[in-house]
């Protein structure tokens, strides 16, 4: 055999870099040469593998054919023992036994014209089918393409049923296929260019041609048909492989009306919220701050910058004790814990507590639940309010304490008929309780008190009437016998807001002999009484 250029390159090489080289170098060329040789490449029919260490180091074209069928990648060693053990039952236990140098040979279990032939070649296993291959191949040919006409007849079908335009172009522009869904959409904008009848070089969605060479794998576009005044809304992905371009669009219509109506309506409620004198916050199932007014800004002296990086309610509370916004508690190692017992308030909407603060400021605060899981808290300036009431109640009790201190039992009835103020004279002439006025006392209840310890006289009625008058009303006062004997003048006189003031005055301690007389007990008129 002639010396090859491969041979020759060893022999130079040897010159230079010694045996050693020569030995690495040659059993690459043997390995080389028993590849080709197990490949059996002359036959394009041939069906033949070389199998080393699990491995497929080469097989041919009719090899690889056979190998669709049973595997999507690259086979392996099993691969391809499994395919052929089909027609040569028990070959990968022959196969793993065969020694160095050793062959065997079998014949095909369903047809018996085809052969296996199997050697081992320094470790390496070379598989060879013989006999009517070409009746396999021919087989396995028909196979693959009953079996690709299926999967694309497949894919036509799916791709045209699906509600989701696709289609493909290549980086000039031009329309390279597109499903129904596509030439629809293409026909209801513009049916003269864009039809079915044809592939158009011009993009339906005008956005892809502008940004036709930028790398965005999603975009959102709107388009608008002829005579209509509502545009049309797709997310459409791109996947860009070699040539082709391919787009997938999906009709978002619904989703970005929806959107913008959920804006809309945030803005409403934010211009809503803007003109509201109650501050309000917001916070999420995450305990984060979503929504606050400008109210609340004013009330707390909170900055936007640390709000509208919507802190935690921790966060939050903490910045208002800091601004001594927070009543100071009494005990600081519980602290978080309020915290905590606020936010569960908060979400079933009892709490509601009244914060004094040190400059003389109160804010009702007042928590309510909110969908999802989160909670808002409401801030109210009641300082005015609590002012207010507190000055009223400072009246009221000197008002109290001045009635107290006059020497006549007073009383005063309110239009209908309910007692709303009596001095302690009055309690202790008429066994009143001061402290429960609204609940069990009025006129009637009174009426009915002097009339047992009066005598029978004009007197009661007389105050019963006064105090039953409507309208333009006149003071009225007359004299009458407690059952002791004790002379008392009684009076009535109509007061602001249709109000009665009834009074007892007690006769003066100094009496003459002759008046201490008649005050003393008579008891005919006690036994008239009786």
């Not at 010159?15 to 690459?28: C, E, P, Q, S």
């Not at 310890?453 to 009303?473: E, F, H, V, W, Y």
């Not at 007359?478 to 009684?490: E, I, S």
Request: proline share 4%; with cysteine; hydrophobic share 40%.
């Amino acid at each position: 055999m002639a010396i090859g250029w491969f041979d020759l390159s060893l022999v130079m090489l040897a010159a230079f870099t010694g045996t050693a080289t020569i030995a690495v170098l040659w059993r690459l060329f043997d390995f080389y040469g028993d590849t080709k040789q197990a490949a059996a490449a002359t036959d394009p029919k041939a069906i033949g593998f070389l199998l080393h260490d699990g491995l497929v180091v080469d097989l041919t074209p009719a090899g690889s054919l056979l190998m669709l069928r049973h595997c999507d990648g690259d086979p392996t060693a099993h691969d391809v023992l499994t395919a052929l053990e089909h027609d040569f039952p028990n070959l990968t236990d022959m196969v793993d036994q065969l020694q160095p140098a050793a062959d065997f040979t079998l014949r095909s279990s369903t047809n018996r014209q085809s052969t296996l032939t199997a050697r081992n070649v320094r470790g390496r296993v070379q598989l060879q089918l013989t006999g009517e291959t070409d009746i396999v191949v021919s087989s396995l040919v028909h196979e693959v393409n009953a079996h690709d006409q299926s999967e694309l007849q497949t894919l036509r079908t799916v791709s045209n049923q699906s509600d989701q335009i696709m289609w493909q172009c290549g980086h000039d522009g031009q329309t390279l296929w597109g499903n129904q869904a596509y030439f629809d959409l293409a026909d209801r904008l513009d049916p003269a260019e864009l039809g079915s009848a044809t592939l158009s070089s011009r993009n339906i969605f005008p956005a892809l041609s502008e940004n036709q060479n930028e790398d965005a794998s999603h975009i959102r576009t709107s388009i608008r048909a002829p005579k209509t005044e509502v545009d049309q809304w797709f997310d459409i992905a791109i996947h860009r492989a070699d040539d082709v371009i391919s787009y997938f669009a999906t009709d978002v219509s619904l989703l970005v009306q929806a959107q913008d109506s959920q804006r809309k309506f945030m803005q409403s409620l934010s211009q809503t919220f803007a003109q509201l004198s109650i501050g309000l916050a917001i916070f999420d199932r995450r305990r984060q701050l979503a929504t606050f007014n400008p109210a609340l800004l004013d009330m707390t002296s909170l900055n936007f910058e640390f709000m509208s990086a919507r802190p935690t309610i921790d966060m939050f509370l903490d910045m208002l004790r800091e601004r001594r916004i927070l009543p100071e508690p009494k005990n600081y190692s519980n602290w978080r814990d309020q915290f905590l017992a606020l936010e569960a308030a908060a979400k079933d909407g009892s709490y509601c507590e009244h914060w004094n603060l040190t400059d003389g400021q109160t804010f009702r605060v007042t928590g309510k639940p909110h969908p999802d899981g989160g909670f808002a808290l409401l801030f109210e300036d009641i300082s005015a309010e609590v002012s207010l009431t507190r000055r009223f109640r400072a009246e009221i009790e000197t008002g109290q304490a001045v009635l107290d201190q006059m020497e006549p039992a007073i009383a005063v009835f309110s239009n209908a008929g309910t007692m709303v103020m009596i001095n302690n004279t009055y309690a202790d002439m008429w066994d009143a309780d001061i402290t429960r006025l609204t609940d069990t006392s009025g006129l009637r209840q009174e009426i009915s008190k002097w009339q047992d310890r009066l005598t029978p006289t004009s007197a009661s009625l007389n105050l019963r009437d006064a105090a039953d008058q409507i309208g333009s009303r006149r003071p009225w006062s007359q004299t009458a016998v407690f059952d002791d004997g004790r002379m008392l003048r009684c009076s009535a006189k109509p007061i602001s807001g249709g109000m009665t003031l009834v009074q007892f005055h007690p006769p003066s301690r100094q009496s003459t002999p002759s008046l201490q007389k008649v005050m003393s007990i008579d008891m005919a008129l006690s036994r008239a009484k009786v």
